[in-house]
């Protein structure tokens, strides 16, 4: 499996920004997919979750927000990204994770400032 994102970019606070990441593979419509995040001198932190069933869900810095969504034709997740703030600046990951294994993808740069 390998994971491409892409969308990140600079925006000023309130903006939206909408990340993508496909994949490849078989099973993707079966896989739970998730983006994290990492900010400079900070761990990873998990921000969003789809499973393969649809049900999706949020870190609470986040609820409300950002959404998260896939296209099992295309094998693509989506994190769309409203209302951000400078404190959304980080490294954004996608990652699929199947029976065989938690693959990642190789991060997209996200700045909020004004």
């Known amino acids: 499996v390998q994971l491409q994102a892409s969308g990140g970019g600079l925006v000023q606070p309130g903006e939206s920004l909408r990340l993508s990441c496909a994949a490849s593979g078989r099973f993707f419509s079966f896989s739970d997919l998730a983006w994290y995040r990492q900010a400079p001198g900070d761990s990873r932190e998990w921000v969003a979750r789809i499973y393969g069933g649809g049900t999706t869900d949020y870190a609470d810095s986040v609820k409300g927000r950002f959404t998260i969504s896939k296209d099992n034709a295309k094998k693509t997740v989506y994190l769309q990204m409203n209302s951000l703030k400078p404190e959304d600046t980080a490294v954004y990951y996608c990652?699929?994770?199947?029976?065989?294994?938690?693959?990642w993808g190789q991060g997209t740069q996200v700045t909020v400032s004004s």
């Open positions: 990652t699929l994770r199947n029976s065989r294994g938690h693959y």
